[in-house]
């Protein structure tokens, strides 16, 4: 922004209310300019209001900016088609600033759509949730294994058919362990692992699972031979 100019018309301004002030005051002590005296206050409060329309102004464009910035709304473009340099030149740099903020934003959506894609289409089961048990993240390989679909609550998690009755609460973040989970179809041999880590303050857990039956049916295999 054109700040000179900017504070130029600010200085401006105040000098003419400091200066009607004056006039105002002297003319008070005038026996004949009474009259003139009304002018001199109406000037003054008219300076006012202008001066006030004049900052509001520009403090709404602003905050309608921030706000936009704050709320992640899509951010419209300024006219830069404005009589006043100081106020074009803000107006162009907001721009300037929008767009740069646009493309961060196209960025990391881009991003975070490549990542859900990449753990979708992954052959482990992936589930992730936070401390309260809620399920943040579900990947096909886990809704597959596990025979559910759109889990809200780590808890509704069924392992009825588990063998040593077990539950998340026996698995050990960094330390794999191997269940046995019977279902319609056969047996599940799964690979259960998780891992904490935080996000914000936030505690996270990522629980994974991979079915290694046929890796157990080769080793069997090759054992026999």
Do not use: C
């Not at 794999?176 to 989970?181: A, F, M, R, S």
């Not at 998780?194 to 914000?200: N, Q, S, Y």
């Not at 936030?202 to 157990?216: A, F, G, P, V, Y």
């Amino acid at each position: 922004m054109n700040f000179k100019k900017f504070d130029l018309l600010i200085i401006l301004q105040l000098v003419l209310i400091a200066a009607s002030n004056f006039v105002i005051a002297w003319s008070i002590f005038q026996e004949h300019l009474k009259i003139s005296t009304v002018y001199f206050i109406l000037l003054l409060v008219l300076q006012v209001v202008f001066l006030f329309v004049f900052i509001t102004r520009q403090n709404k464009e602003v905050l309608r900016f921030l706000e936009a910035m704050k709320y992640r709304d899509e951010l419209s473009r300024l006219s830069e088609k404005s009589t006043r340099s100081s106020q074009r030149e803000m107006r162009r740099l907001l721009n300037e600033i929008a767009e740069s903020y646009s493309k961060v934003k196209i960025e990391k959506e881009s991003e975070h759509l490549y990542f859900l894609n990449t753990i979708r289409h992954l052959n482990v089961g992936l589930i992730s949730y936070d401390e309260n048990g809620r399920v943040e993240l579900m990947n096909e390989a886990a809704e597959k294994l596990l025979k559910v679909s759109r889990l809200k609550h780590i808890s509704h998690l069924n392992f009825s058919g588990a063998d040593n009755n077990f539950s998340l609460d026996k698995l050990t973040p960094g330390k794999p362990k191997l269940v046995k989970l019977k279902q319609e179809d056969g047996i599940l041999r799964l690979s259960m692992h998780t891992t904490t880590f935080f996000i914000k303050d936030h505690k996270i857990t990522l629980l994974s699972m991979q079915d290694i039956r046929n890796e157990i049916q080769q080793e069997l295999s090759l054992i026999h031979i």
